[in-house]
T-cell receptor, first 112, second 114 residues
Framework: GQQLNQSPQSMFIQEGEDVSMNCTSSSIFNTWLWYKQDPGEGPVLLIALYKAGELTSNGRLTAQFGITRKDSFLNISASIPSDVGIYFCAGGDSNSGYALNFGKGTSLLVTP | GAGVSQSPSNKVTEKGKDVELRCDPISGHTALYWYRQSLGQGLEFLIYFQGNSAPDKSGLPSDRFSAERTGGSVSTLTIQRTQQEDSAVYLC????????????FGQGTRLTVV
């Protein structure tokens, strides 16, 4: 599978700050997913995007499917300590098989 | 159970031994994925099962790796003659299938080869 470029690799912020991370691919995808992984746990789905240009919110989280279909971003507003974890983007193309391609993750640390 | 269940949660094995990792998907989910997560890395696709179709094995790193899914439910990932580079967290996920859909992950099996 293809490795997506996810940035930043890590972020260290204060509680209350907004966070933005993004993912890019050299290939076109028709699905973008964003996951959060806590230590010792499997990734948990946060937001799923299925259409270019789509902007979707889930509470304090907002994600967008880039218009070029090669990128996506995730924003977290007013961060809180429980936002700590590793955030992964995943992209897929049903024309090339059903496997998801994952980024290496963004490690988020939030200080009170 | 309500979620994807994997066993064992941790496995330490000696180099050269075979190991079997088990995944119980969410009931009714027709699609099942195995991924590998090495330290500090993203998830690496291994194999995908969808219903009765032939599995997509394109992510298996070598012929020491194999997986099967019995009765369209439980899946077993087998690693033969384990090597130290096989040490990783092995994650299983299931989804409703029918193409790309949200996959729900299990907690993973942490494999350590010594």
């Amino acid at each position: 599978g293809q490795q997506l470029n996810q940035s930043p690799q890590s972020m260290f912020i204060q509680e209350g700050e907004d966070v933005s991370m993004n993912c890019t691919s050299s290939s076109i995808f028709n699905t973008w997913l964003w996951y959060k992984q806590d230590p010792g746990e499997g990734p948990v789905l946060l937001i799923a995007l299925y259409k270019a240009g789509e902007l979707t919110s889930n509470g304090r989280l907002t994600a967008q499917f880039g218009i070029t279909r090669k990128d996506s971003f995730l924003n977290i507003s007013a961060s809180i300590p429980s936002d700590v974890g590793i955030y992964f983007c995943a992209g897929g193309d049903s024309n090339s098989g059903y496997a998801l391609n994952f980024g290496k993750g963004t490690s988020l640390l939030v200080t009170p | 159970g309500a979620g994807v269940s994997q066993s064992p949660s941790n496995k330490v094995t000696e180099k050269g031994k075979d190991v079997e990792l088990r995944c119980d998907p969410i009931s009714g989910h027709t699609a099942l994925y195995w991924y590998r997560q090495s330290l500090g890395q993203g998830l690496e696709f291994l194999i995908y099962f969808q219903g009765n179709s032939a599995p997509d094995k394109s992510g298996l790193p070598s012929d020491r790796f194999s997986a099967e899914r019995t009765g369209g439910s439980v899946s077993t990932l087998t690693i033969q003659r384990t090597q130290q580079e096989d040490s990783a967290v092995y994650l299983c996920a299931s989804s409703t299938g029918g193409g790309l859909a949200e996959a729900f992950f299990g907690q993973g099996t942490r494999l350590t080869v010594v």
